[in-house]
């Protein structure tokens, strides 16, 4: 019970000297108590679980989630459906950046700067 307060032994010494500093005397009726509301608790939380059948919709939700993951995950080829998707990825973002079909393109038209009329090598400048 204490092992979800992630409390150890030094943690559990203090609070138990504490306990006997503030309730001296008292201390077993007041144990008795505290495990009394916590008997109380515990069954009251559970009949609400039966009531609510929580339960069962949790373990209904579990099957379903295991019924459609796969049993063999090693039957998939993760590496070639990461190719497959990458290049899907690449011919989309081509297709967004250019969407101009390689065939439909014309050609480039010379222009002074890029081709010179002579066919030769273009001057060189500031020489």
């Known amino acids: 019970m204490i092992a ?4 150890g032994p030094g943690e559990v010494l203090l609070v138990a000297v504490v ?3 503030v309730f001296g005397r008292r201390l077993p009726e ?3 108590q505290a ?7 515990r069954r009251s939380l559970a009949e609400l ?3 609510t059948g929580i339960d069962q919709e949790i373990l209904a939700a579990r099957r379903s989630i295991e019924q459609s993951l796969p ?18 990825i690449r011919k989309q973002a081509r297709a967004a950046v250019d969407p101009v079909e390689p ?7 010379p ?17």
């Open 49 to 51: 679980r039966r009531e």
């Open 4 to 7: 979800f307060l992630n409390l």
């Open 71 to 88: 049993r063999d995950l090693e039957s998939f080829d993760v590496p070639s459906i990461a190719r497959r998707e990458a290049a899907e």
């Open 30 to 32: 007041v144990a008795g």
């Open 111 to 127: 222009t002074p700067e890029r081709d010179p009329p002579d066919g030769g090598e273009r001057p060189v400048q500031g020489g």
């Open 19 to 21: 306990a006997v500093l």
């Open 35 to 41: 495990a009394g509301v916590v008997q109380r608790m």
């Open 103 to 109: 065939a439909e393109r014309e050609p480039p038209r």
